[in-house]
DNA sequence: CTGTTAGCGCGTTCAG
DNA sequence: CTGAACGCGCTAACAG
């Protein structure tokens, strides 16, 4: 005799000459069961290793327990932790991830939403692209009850959830903590000005140095378009093309960190004494570098569950109070900026 | 009027006057509906902005259009690399993708396949776990005809459809370019020796250094467990307390690598005049490391691609002539190993 | 070439 | 407390 593969409620039902709409209820704990009944109809299902049949479970409920997540890459670091972060959590409830990337390209991504909307996902969360400034491609979710998070990169000019950190906090922290350690010629390393993000980091900035009467020379606020190594290779060049250069620089990202170090060294500075340098996420390039650059802690993993929770909040009208999370960055202080040597007592 | 939101094949058969049956084959091009009446058909459909309930497809078929991706960490460059390729390759074709992490555990590697097997992905692509040493959990899948590709870290003794580079191979190009630039005194870090992977670069390390008459020094073989930074570092110092050191080092990773030149550097040596060192799968931190750590490219963006392939094939059976995929890994030379100065003509 | 019928497996009224 | 019946949306076998 064959075993059978694929459990129903029906061949349950029949085991136990019971109806199908029984078993349904029993499995479920529905109030108007037999305790007996129940029992006797868990035990029998555990026993045959009865499993739903998920696909005729969603259509019926017209739902499926799926969360999908949009953004622009899957191979960086950043979204890497974040996806990992939004995976645990998520199956640690039940619900499985479906992953989407758009590779930063408005087209793809209004695609892929429309894919996502198709498979009846349960919840969105997404990391808008490069390119976003228009938010259409989101309507059919908001129509349909389907709770959309945004992350990280989020609509400035659109209400939603948002799962973000305080940039303008994290790059007013790291712009002080390179005043703390002396410097006065400051630099910025920053990302296109299109994201709030990046505008946000410069604010604080600029802020920074103003609370503490600094004098903000405009040679040294460079922004790029992605900070790739290659970009920021070329920006970080320019900061000392002027002979003497900044003593102090703070990169929008740990790549923009890296590579202000490696032109410093190439143009004969020491790092930190000549020039202090932090970069931005604390990815593992920063422990790499010599020497090793100091960060602002950005908490991807933790974005990730977070935004799970708010989904399964929002799926069970556990509404929040406040439509933003906002997380905080840590500094992170490594040798790049560690000018003062404390001595032990 | 409020517009329909979700058009069935039923609405465009009410409009059109025709069967749901009639509607369903036009839309999929079946032989034997009149031209007019598809063209009919097809038009309505865009216009009213018709797609498949995806959720009642499934349950018809019995198949979801989802391929499954079973790894230990998606926070990983080579992972995340390689499900960057999956997706890409995936959604070209039409077919979503379900990430699964097992975090290295054996039990929640069989915990989450059986999920996916629940949701009836169509294929898996995994990477099994370092525990993982038997395999009846990928059972379900071949009873049901669901292909299984095994890629990278696959099980040696088990036989299936496997995407993989040429380690022994890998192994001995990183050695025998060690040699080439004048090192005689060669050791390796390498990683679990559980896994065919590990052994297989060793392997092609040995045999390089027969064929070129090296004497091997046995003090200088480490095998580590995660080649994470905090162990190879200790590897690595074992490597010099013999006062002297080798004068070539072949990290199984690039993590490896990076902490070799960072004790050599400790220990005053020149990398890479004192001691050359190369790593293994040329991940972002090559580049960033003072001098630049050469490393063997390992094509996991492709491996992806050619991963969602096999699926694909195999599904339509056409069958591939082979169940093994071997790509080759590429020499990429940087400063951390090149002693010779070409001298430009 | 097209229509009718019958499920895929489950949840949920509505009756007992 | 339990069962019968229906339908989620689509496809495929069987008729005509």
Redesign the pocket.
Known sequence: MKEKV??????L?KEL????????????D?????????ANVQKLAKLRG????????N????QSKTIGVLISWINRPFFSNLISGIEEAAREKGYNVIISQTTDDLKIEKDNAKTLYDIRICGLITSISIETLEYPHFGQFYRSNTPVIFVDRVPGDFQGQKVVIDNYQAGYDATTHLIEQGCTRLAHLGGSLKQGLYKERLRGFRQALEDHNLVLNPNYILNGKSLSREESLVLATKLFEDGQGPDGIFGANDMAGVCAILVAKKYGKTVPDDVAVIGFNDDPICEIVDPPLSSMYHPAREMGRICVKRILDSLNKNNQSDDLSILTTELVPRKSTLRIVEIES
């Open positions: 694929n459990i129903t409620i029906h061949d039902a000459d019971l109806s199908p709409s029984t078993i349904s209820r029993a499995l479920k529905h109030p108007s069961i037999g305790a007996q009944t129940r009865y499993r739903p049949n998920i696909m005729a479970v259509l019926r409920n017209q």
